[in-house]
């Protein structure tokens, strides 16, 4: 077994983190199958609304009177469409261009870190908000507005990382073969910040579903009936105090999914890096 799958094995943290995500993937890819009640996810049915959990409605129904644990199961789906969209179209745009700016340094360096700069300097969640607040509210639209504002945070990382690689003697071997710049970034550059690329992505996937639960419940993602927590908790507000049940459990839903990113991102950065593995 590989040195670093131990270390992972061995870490608490990281097997509840691997765990939680297990479970996500597992209401992603088969939510439906998985509840009592399927079409009562998105069909209203007043006869049976505010109902509190009970060993029929097990998370209670909401003010549409549709079953609030079927919605948070197939909600996981949304969810994690949302992040696995972002992050690899923030990875799309991030990548290259730090590993471009990082190798060539000069003007190509300084217009783009000055970009990135423009764009961090502004609340990733405002940011969002501005660009979501110009498209009409869908979950295209959330996408779209995420993968906006997260790809500098790719960048910044890459291109850090790909001005320590640069500076290793293997390169200037390549360099001194002939080797083009396409060969050396991708075959050989690319593997050495690929740690840090994978941290950031799995960190990035908890804050982007949280960002896009806060879209959500400010009506500028998914629109009814679709299954998203945030959306979810946004409708159960005006049935608060006594349809507590409603935000409750779409809200310890996203609570989950973000612990569980961050809790493996966590480990796989200590994997990555032991100079930053956590005390114990």
């Known amino acids: 077994m590989p040195l670093a799958l131990r ?12 765990t939680i995500l297990a479970a996500l993937l597992a209401c992603a890819l088969f939510g439906e199958h998985m ?23 097990w998370f209670g129904t909401d003010g549409l009177g549709r079953d609030v644990f079927s919605r948070t199961i197939m909600g996981a789906r949304v969810a994690l469409l949302i992040a696995l969209s972002v992050v690899a179209g923030a990875m799309l745009i991030g990548v290259p261009l730090g590993l471009l700016a ?12 000055r970009v990135t700069d423009v764009f961090q300097a502004v609340p ?12 009409r509210p869908s979950i295209g639209s959330a996408m779209l507005a995420l993968t906006l ?32 710049t396409p060969r050396i970034l991708f075959l050989h550059v690319l593997p050495n910040v690929a740690p840090a690329i994978i941290v950031r992505a799995t960190i990035g996937m908890g804050v982007t579903i949280l960002v896009a639960a806060t879209l959500g419940f400010l009506g500028m993602g998914a629109a009814p009936p679709t299954p998203e927590w945030g959306l979810m908790v946004a409708e159960s507000r005006k049935d608060l105090p006594e349809g507590w049940w409603q935000s409750l459990f779409p809200g310890l839903a996203i609570l989950l999914a973000v612990l569980g990113f961050n809790l493996v991102g966590d480990a796989i950065r200590d994997v990555a890096d032991p100079r930053l593995r956590r005390s114990r």
Not at 7 to 18: E, N, W
Not at 167 to 173: K, L, M
Request: hydrophobic fraction near 50%; charge should be negative.
């Open 7 to 18: 270390r992972l094995l061995a870490d608490p943290a990281a097997l509840l983190g691997a």
């Open 35 to 57: 509840v009592p009640f399927p079409d009562d996810a998105f069909d209203a049915k007043p006869w049976q609304r505010l109902e509190p959990p009970s060993a029929e409605f």
């Open 102 to 113: 990082g190798y060539r340094g000069g003007w190509l360096a300084e217009a783009v870190m």
């Open 124 to 135: 990733q969640l405002v940011l969002a908000l501005a660009f979501a607040a110009v498209m």
């Open 149 to 180: 504002t997260y790809w500098p945070f790719f960048c910044r990382i890459v291109y850090g990382e790909t001005r320590r690689v640069k500076s290793g003697v293997f390169i200037d071997a390549l360099q001194a073969q002939g080797a083009g």
